[in-house]
């Protein structure tokens, strides 16, 4: 595709670089005001993600708190795990166990043969599904070095992160836990681990400049979609230039008027979101319009860069000021409801997760990869219906009174399970990083 010149534009002296951080102008020809839509297909990945992290959440208070955490498949009294996630994971009394009884096929509860307690453990199928998950992660490595390395260029010009902004979407972009150690520090060719000279507790990690980088490692995703679209269609050139993949929810209302403004705004030049923009003269409304333009392309290459291409609006908030990003982004992302999806299940609002509309179809990932379709063996595990589970087997010591769990024997099992129309009892904020992420909301 042909390259587009930004020569039109002036450069600016140095001095004037403070402008980067105005906030974006209304001159936008998309309406500020639009009505949100819901996608239930979206919000249906969600409500399942719920479960994955309670259950990711209670799977770790196993392995961390067990009497033999080396073992392959370490136990806990399940007394003790209730009151462990009351309070390690703010959970309501017996949530846990209630959890637990629902998800036979991920927590197996078993009578201690010495002991004479109920007892907590994992599955031979949860056990087997995490070592994939482990191994796709530690097979897909070199990946996740080349999404960190394209995250870091997104910071343009100075190409640095904070340390602990990326140690929160770690799992995003398919990084170990250790990725200080085994990642930053262990690829001094690729990674530079630095401090500022005011606050040398804050870490940062930059990027080093290689010979082994691929030629396209600053071309965006987008880019790369349009070209191929472009490629397969025979679109008009001049509409496809600068345009997004836009797929509008299901309901939206698409009037005459907002129809001629995404228009538009698809033909609207803007920035690459890799491209040094510290000497462009800011000052005019052609370049706010590009600018924000360009924060579309920003947070779109930032959703492509992760695994299951979502993040939650708390990490993508992170990012704001390196990434040059409005500082009211879900009302910015709102506007643009046609590239990207705000869902608030899952966490009760606590958490917005960001989807990015292009990469799914009917709720499934269009380009899986093999980090995406080893979580999605977990996802099966837990909507996998307990009635199909060997129950006797598994709770044999339920009827021994209020000793462990406090509640009943076969009396209760109905209850507890809820067969008919009884509560999940894991709607909790049940995910690591809440609280800290909370505090980058506006």
């Known amino acids: 595709m042909r390259s587009f010149s930004y020569s039109s534009l002036t450069k600016k002296p140095p001095t004037l670089s403070p402008l980067l951080s105005r906030p974006f102008s209304q001159s936008t ?57 009351r309070r390690q994971l703010s959970l309501r009394p017996l949530a846990a166990g209630r959890f637990l009884l629902r998800h036979p096929h991920v927590f197996h509860l078993f009578d201690h043969p010495v002991l004479r307690l109920l007892f907590v453990r994992l599955t031979p199928r949860a056990l087997s599904q995490f070592n994939l998950e482990r191994q796709s992660l530690a097979s897909s490595l070199p990946s ?13 010009p100075s190409c640095r992160l904070r340390l602990d902004h990326i140690r929160l979407i770690r799992r995003d972009l398919a990084l170990p836990d250790d990725f200080e150690q085994s990642v930053v520090l262990s690829h001094p060719s690729l990674f530079r681990l630095s401090t500022t000279a005011d606050d040398s507790s804050s870490k940062f990690v930059e ?7 691929p030629p396209d490692l600053t071309v965006p995703a987008v880019e790369i979609a349009r070209e191929r679209d472009y490629r397969s269609r025979g679109a008009d050139a001049e509409d496809a230039r600068f345009a997004f993949p836009i797929q509008f929810p299901p309901g939206f209302k698409i009037g005459k008027y907002y129809r001629i403004a995404v228009w538009k705004w698809q033909r609207l030049p803007y920035w690459s979101p890799y491209e040094d923009i510290s000497g462009y003269d800011l000052r005019s409304l052609e370049a706010q319009r590009r600018m924000e333009k360009r924060a579309v392309a920003t947070i779109h290459e930032l959703l492509s860069l992760t695994v299951e291409k979502r993040t939650t609006l708390e990490r ?3 990012f704001r000021q390196a990434f040059s990003l409005p ?85 209760k099992r109905k209850e507890h399970l809820g067969e008919e129309n009884g509560g999940e009892g894991d709607d909790d904020d049940s995910g690591s990083d809440s609280g800290v992420e909370s505090q980058y909301v506006d």
Do not use: C, W
């Open 316 to 318: 993508i908030a992170q």
């Open 207 to 213: 990027f080093v400049p290689a010979d082994t980088d």
């Open 327 to 411: 500082k009211k982004l879900k009302d910015f992302l709102l506007q643009h409801q046609g590239i990207f999806y705000i869902s608030t299940r899952g966490n009760q609002g606590k958490l917005h997760t960001v989807f990015l509309r292009e990469a799914y179809r009917k709720g499934e990932l269009i380009e899986p990869n093999e980090v995406y379709l080893a979580r999605r063996k977990l996802d099966e595990l837990l909507m996998m219906s307990p009635k199909k589970a060997n129950l006797d087997r598994m709770l044999t010591s339920m009827g021994r009174g209020e000793d462990e769990l406090r509640v009943g024997g076969g009396a």
């Open 144 to 156: 996740s070095l080349l999404r960190l390395r394209k995250l870091l260029l997104l910071a343009a």
């Open 29 to 85: 020809s998309l309406p500020k005001k639009l009505q949100r839509v819901r996608d239930h297909s979206f919000d249906a990945i969600m409500e399942v993600q719920k479960k994955v992290r309670l259950a990711l959440s209670l799977r770790d208070l196993l392995f961390l708190f067990s009497s033999s955490p080396s073992s392959s498949s370490p136990s806990l009294p399940a007394s003790r795990l209730d009151s462990l996630a």
